[in-house]
């Protein structure tokens, strides 16, 4: 397995934000499902979002795609795919799309993934499309991918779901429920966590013609269907944050353009989170500075934002003080259990890290010589060469290429702002 040391003497430079992943997912999902054609501009093209590409392609969608762009051809029903739909690496698109699967109006949908992703959990929405009369199952009937799902479509309106697991199953049935005949109403149960993400299912359902509304503890989707859209991915604020770390990591400053609020993004708070570690940071209309300055360790709730865990466990290697990351239980479930990982890889590289039922509690240290391995997870890789810069190259990083899963670019974009990249084979 190759191996990836970072250096580098100052941060510098400006660069373009890399588009927003979740976004990407939504739009193209949505735009299958429209009537006429669709233009998703900026899109990210990564192993994730080419999952969800690919994985609608199967069910009847026509995509081309251009130079920065996509055009998508929607389909009114999705058609019974001709080959197993196979997610990769993809949590959204496997959830999303099961969801979507739904739809179909005669056969059977198989969807599958990697060995990761056929450990994460969907028995909360396999429960939650039986209730509304679709008959899906896991193959091994242990609430895990492979999933099967019965065509015929959505039979009942009303189903109850946890809230504490993963938002990507609430989404799914959000997008899948425009397009059954009584729209959906889905009761919520325990507290919701990645909130952010289903307002942002809610506004990319808006640009495409659909509504859905939360009241309470349940979100209500009205059966609209979608209308073709033009729409423009954002930069992506949490893969972002891997290069806004850089500089409080080797000093320096660096100017990220095409980052704004103009849609709702969890991982936004970074900003804040940053300055309440003393960052300074300046905010433009579509832009984002960040200059080196003393960090101070904090305690923060990741509850609706997860996947800062593993860039802010980075930024508190740095800081003076503990840093303590609490309400992120969730991302025990994600590419990784990345509150073990991190606890037990930040370990090997002499940093004092207790894992915490729902979060972590980092002490900033000196870091020795490591070799750190990302479990194949391409957020930790990221977090891990942040620890690779931050010590000067002490640190190797396992499994360059699993970076791929969401930001391909990102050794490259180091590079743009003055990080030296070396493979080691």
Same mark, same amino acid.
Request: proline fraction near 5%.
């Given at each position: 397995?190759?191996?990836?040391?970072?250096?580098?003497?100052?941060?510098?430079?400006?660069?373009?934000?890399?588009?927003?992943?979740?976004?990407?997912?939504?739009?193209?999902?949505?735009?299958?499902?429209?009537?006429?054609?669709?233009?998703?501009?900026?899109?990210?093209?990564?192993?994730?979002?080419? #999952?969800?590409?690919?994985?609608?392609? &199967?069910? +009847? *969608? $026509?995509?081309?795609?251009?130079?920065?762009?996509? =055009?998508? %051809?929607?389909?009114?029903?999705?058609?019974?795919?001709?080959?197993?739909?196979?997610?990769?690496?993809?949590?959204?698109?496997?959830?999303?799309?099961?969801?979507?699967?739904?739809?179909?109006?005669?056969?059977?949908?198989?969807?599958?993934?990697?060995?990761?992703?056929?450990?994460?959990?969907?028995?909360?929405?396999?429960?939650?499309?039986?209730?509304?009369?679709?008959?899906?199952?896991?193959?091994?009937?242990?609430?895990?991918?492979?999933?099967?799902?019965?065509?015929?479509?959505?039979?009942?309106?009303?189903?109850?779901?946890?809230?504490?697991?993963?938002?990507?199953?609430?989404?799914?049935?959000?997008?899948?429920?425009?397009?059954?005949?009584?729209?959906?109403?889905?009761?919520?149960?325990?507290?919701?966590?990645?909130?952010?993400?289903?307002? #942002?299912?809610?506004?990319?359902?808006? &640009?495409? +013609? *659909? $509504?859905?509304?939360?009241?309470?503890?349940?979100? =209500?989707? %009205?059966?609209?269907?979608?209308?073709?859209?033009?729409?423009?991915?954002?930069?992506?604020?949490?893969?972002?944050?891997?290069?806004?770390?850089?500089?409080?990591?080797?000093?320096?400053?660096?100017?990220?353009?095409?980052?704004?609020?103009?849609?709702?993004?969890?991982?936004?708070?970074?900003?804040?989170?940053?300055?309440?570690?003393?960052?300074?940071?300046?905010?433009?209309?579509?832009?984002?500075?960040?200059?080196?300055?003393?960090?101070?360790?904090?305690?923060?709730?990741?509850?609706?934002?997860?996947?800062?865990?593993?860039?802010?466990?980075?930024?508190?290697?740095?800081?003076?003080?503990?840093?303590?990351?609490?309400?992120?239980?969730?991302?025990?479930?994600?590419?990784?259990?990345?509150?073990?990982?991190?606890?037990?890889?930040?370990?090997? #590289?002499?940093?004092?890290?207790?894992? &915490?039922?729902?979060?972590?509690?980092?002490?900033?240290?000196?870091?020795?010589?490591?070799?750190?391995?990302?479990?194949?997870?391409?957020?930790?890789?990221?977090?891990?060469?942040?620890?690779?810069?931050?010590?000067?190259?002490?640190?190797?990083?396992?499994?360059?290429?699993?970076?791929?899963?969401?930001?391909?670019?990102?050794?490259?974009?180091?590079?743009?702002?003055?990080?030296?990249?070396?493979?080691?084979?």
């Amino acid at each position: 397995m190759r191996l990836v040391r970072i250096t580098g003497k100052i941060a510098e430079g400006v660069i373009k934000a890399p588009p927003s992943k979740s976004y990407t997912h939504r739009s193209v999902i949505i735009a299958s499902l429209a009537d006429g054609t669709s233009y998703i501009h900026n899109p990210l093209i990564s192993m994730d979002t080419v #999952a969800s590409i690919t994985g609608v392609t &199967l069910m +009847g *969608a $026509k995509i081309t795609q251009e130079t920065n762009k996509l =055009i998508i %051809e929607g389909v009114s029903n999705p058609l019974t795919p001709p080959d197993v739909i196979d997610a990769k690496n993809s949590g959204t698109t496997l959830r999303i799309l099961t969801a979507v699967a739904g739809l179909v109006k005669s056969g059977y949908v198989v969807l599958t993934g990697d060995d990761s992703l056929r450990k994460r959990p969907m028995q909360p929405l396999l429960e939650a499309l039986h209730q509304l009369g679709v008959e899906a199952w896991s193959t091994r009937l242990n609430g895990k991918a492979p999933i099967i799902v019965k065509g015929g479509g959505y039979k009942y309106r009303e189903c109850i779901i946890t809230g504490e697991i993963s938002s990507q199953f609430i989404s799914g049935l959000m997008i899948a429920g425009a397009k059954t005949e009584l729209g959906i109403l889905v009761k919520i149960s325990g507290k919701i966590v990645s909130l952010p993400y289903i307002h #942002a299912t809610m506004k990319t359902q808006e &640009l495409f +013609g *659909a $509504k859905s509304i939360v009241q309470d503890s349940q979100i =209500i989707t %009205e059966s609209t269907g979608y209308k073709s859209t033009e729409f423009k991915v954002p930069g992506d604020y949490g893969l972002s944050a891997f290069l806004l770390a850089v500089p409080f990591m080797i000093g320096g400053e660096i100017t990220l353009r095409g980052l704004n609020d103009e849609l709702p993004q969890p991982e936004a708070v970074i900003i804040n989170i940053l300055r309440n570690m003393g960052g300074e940071i300046k905010q433009g209309r579509d832009e984002v500075l960040v200059r080196d300055t003393p960090l101070e360790g904090i305690k923060v709730s990741l509850r609706d934002s997860p996947d800062l865990l593993p860039v802010i466990s980075a930024l508190a290697v740095k800081a003076k003080n503990e840093t303590v990351i609490t309400d992120v239980g969730h991302a025990r479930f994600k590419e990784s259990d990345r509150i073990s990982v991190i606890a037990t890889e930040f370990r090997k #590289a002499g940093i004092k890290t207790e894992e &915490l039922p729902e979060g972590l509690r980092i002490l900033p240290g000196e870091l020795k010589p490591a070799v750190l391995d990302p479990h194949g997870d391409h957020r930790l890789f990221m977090a891990f060469s942040l620890l690779s810069i931050y010590s000067g190259g002490k640190v190797l990083v396992k499994d360059p290429e699993c970076v791929a899963v969401s930001y391909p670019q990102f050794l490259n974009d180091l590079k743009t702002i003055g990080c030296r990249v070396e493979i080691i084979e």
